[in-house]
């Protein structure tokens, strides 16, 4: 459920140069079937993306979306929007695709113990087992191999 590949480095080069200064929840959305009662199997999807960037300010916009089933049918669903507000420092600009690896993990990891609590509540509130989102897990992305450049024919050795 919680796994993401991650550039550490580029998310990196982001993190060393804003401070978090506001996570904001900016949109919630919920419902269940009081009929169905049992253990939930949840599922989540999460998307972080830079939704508003400014000389010194990052937005981060991220939005997850609960669905569980108890013994195959639908029981409980909910969507919650986070934004995350981040101080930048320095003028120097900001890469583009380092900007989309910080939003992605350091959006995650921000806003992740929020949803947790959330759900707890909200799954508890509904009449089912308190849900407790697990540990997220960030796994580095595999190096970007260079371009190989064409070698030269092996020829054969003289005399073989």
């Known amino acids: ?3 993401k590949l991650i550039d550490f480095a580029a998310a990196g080069r982001v993190a060393n140069r804003v401070e978090l200064k506001d996570i ?7 419902k269940c079937n009081p ?9 989540l999807s999460l998307d972080c993306a830079v939704a508003n960037r400014q000389a ?3 937005e981060i916009a991220c939005d997850y979306r609960f669905t569980a089933k108890v013994a195959e049918s639908e029981a409980a669903e909910a969507g919650v929007k ?5 101080q930048v420092n320095g ?4 890469v583009d695709e380092d900007l989309a690896e910080f939003a992605v993990g350091n959006g995650t990891l921000h806003s992740w113990p929020f949803v ?16 407790t989102l697990p540990v997220f897990h960030f796994k580095p992305k595999p190096p970007i191999a260079a ?8 020829r054969p050795k003289p005399g073989a």
Request: aromatic share 10%.
């Open 24 to 30: 904001r929840l900016v949109d919630v959305s919920a």
């Open 91 to 94: 003028t120097e600009p900001l």
């Open 56 to 58: 010194d300010v990052i």
């Open 35 to 43: 009929k169905i009662k049992g253990t939930l199997e949840p599922t």
């Open 147 to 154: 371009p190989q450049t064409p070698s030269e024919p092996t």
């Open 116 to 131: 947790r609590e959330f759900l707890h509540g909200l799954t508890s509130k509904m009449g089912y087992p308190p849900y």
């Open 82 to 86: 986070y934004l995350l507000s981040y």
């Open 1 to 3: 459920m919680g796994e």
